[in-house]
């Protein structure tokens, strides 16, 4: 099963925030886990970028027709 879906993003994201409040955490603990959040959450704000990026695009295809489908091929997967 992929683990490269918005959903499974999510579901990372709340773990971190979980493991984040766990009571009884040492303080070493918690500085590891904030370093780890802001690596989460620089790596997070790229996907989130990225897939907004390929909805406007999408949108762009879908309100306008195939007038710029040759201008963003990737968008629209393998040749046939």
Known sequence: ???NRLKDLN???FAQMER???EGISAEDIEAEVKRTDAIVAVSDQI???ANFHLKA???IA???D???KSLPMIEGPAE
Do not use: C, V, Y
């Open 11 to 13: 579901d990372h994201l």
């Open 1 to 3: 099963m992929t683990k």
């Open 48 to 50: 989130l970028a990225n």
């Open 20 to 22: 984040l409040s766990e």
């Open 67 to 69: 007038r710029f489908k």
């Open 63 to 65: 309100q306008h027709g």
């Open 58 to 60: 999408a949108t762009l």
